[in-house]
């Protein structure tokens, strides 16, 4: 199935949750990532549980620090 | 318009640019906005804050010029090493311009002192690079009703979002700092000095434009750009109903304690 990562079209196999999404793409610190289906930031307590559908859109937001020191 | 000569001179280039003209300009110099961290980011917003002729510009560090900082922090020159950040900044910025009045806080933004500094100022800059103090930042400009520019820069990577009340805030995005050590900061996993420039410019321009009146801003979207690639885009976001009430009991500490 087609789906948008960040943007840009990906065929992926079919139910993967965003936990397996996220090892998929390689993710290697989820915990460093937020992320945002079909335009909703989803908790992080859903991630294991939450399938990604055809045609849905997946945003991996990066926390980012940087700038002072 | 109330300008003198020499200012209509000096911001002849805004004065004649639709969109800001002369009524802009006068609004720029009755403005007053805080930069929080005289580093990579808050070095080019204050030059442009600076240049810019925005009357009142506060400005809050506790550290002082290291070497290492040299690569990106443009406003901060060798013979400043060892100096605080914030009077190495003071000293340019009013060499660029004297109509400023630079305002010096050479010490951490806290929950303690954030809302009797807020108060001064029309607009803020987050300039930080601890997610604690970008929680910080978020909260007490949410709590104190006052619009915001965040910015995060890591290795080849960037990205902003501007907060005016009722729109998306950083926690709206990002909800919770990230566990300690999780995300590397600067000090670890270095960044390109150009990418401190690229987004401490749009932070800058972001400030300039709320105070003027003009375009539309980046409100509840988040800008993210990869200089590696050198790709922008932007991600929509939305306000959620977090009800920010009150500052929380502890903003962690910073991830790094690494000699900077």
Same mark, same amino acid.
Not at chain 2, 101 to 108: A, F, G, P, Q, S
Not at chain 2, 131 to 144: G, Q
């Given at each position: 199935m087609i789906i948008h990562i960040n943007g840009e079209?990906?065929?992926i196999e079919a139910s993967l949750t965003v936990t397996q999404l996220l090892a998929?793409?390689?993710v290697k610190m989820p915990d460093m990532v937020s992320v945002e289906l079909n335009g909703d930031i989803l908790e992080r307590q859903f991630f294991d549980t939450t399938i990604i559908n055809d045609g849905d859109a997946v945003e991996f937001l990066y926390f980012m620090g940087g700038g002072q020191v | 318009m109330n300008l003198n000569d020499e200012q +209509? =001179?000096?911001? /002849? *280039?805004?004065i004649i640019l639709q969109g800001v003209g002369g009524e802009g300009q006068e609004k720029l110099l009755a403005a007053k906005i805080l930069i929080?961290? @005289?580093?990579?980011?808050? @070095?080019?917003v204050a030059l442009y804050l600076a240049a810019a002729g925005v009357g009142t510009i506060g400005i809050i560090d506790a550290d002082v010029v290291d070497i290492s900082n040299l690569q990106r922090q443009v406003i901060h020159f060798t013979p400043d090493i060892g100096r605080p950040k914030v009077e190495s900044a003071k000293e340019k910025m009013n060499a660029i311009n004297p109509d400023v *009045? +630079?305002?010096?806080? $050479? =010490? #951490?933004f806290t929950k303690n002192n954030a809302l009797d500094i807020l108060a001064n100022y029309d607009f803020v800059v987050d300039g930080t690079d601890s997610? /604690? @103090?970008?929680? #910080?930042? $978020?909260?007490? !400009? +949410?709590? @104190?009703k006052k619009p915001f520019s965040h910015g995060g820069i890591l290795r080849f990577d960037g990205q902003t979002m501007t907060h005016v009340p009722g729109t998306a805030s950083y926690r709206c995005v990002f909800k919770e700092p990230p566990p300690a050590n999780a995300v590397p900061t600067c000090s670890q996993a270095g960044v390109f000095g150009a990418v401190a420039g690229m987004l401490g410019t749009i932070q800058a321009a972001e400030a300039i434009r709320y105070i003027v009146g003009v375009g539309e801003l980046l409100t509840n979207r988040l800008l993210i750009f990869d200089a590696l690639r050198m790709r922008f885009r932007t991600v929509r976001v939305k306000p959620s109903e977090l009800g920010i009430q009150g500052f929380r009991d502890s903003y962690d500490p910073? +991830? !790094? =304690?690494?000699r900077r």
């Open positions: 079209k990906e065929t998929h793409k390689q | +209509v =001179e000096r911001y /002849s *280039r805004h929080i961290g @005289a580093g990579g980011l808050g @070095a080019p *009045r +630079v305002v010096t806080y $050479n =010490e #951490l997610f /604690s @103090a970008k929680f #910080l930042i $978020n909260d007490a !400009c +949410v709590l @104190a910073p +991830v !790094c =304690e690494l």
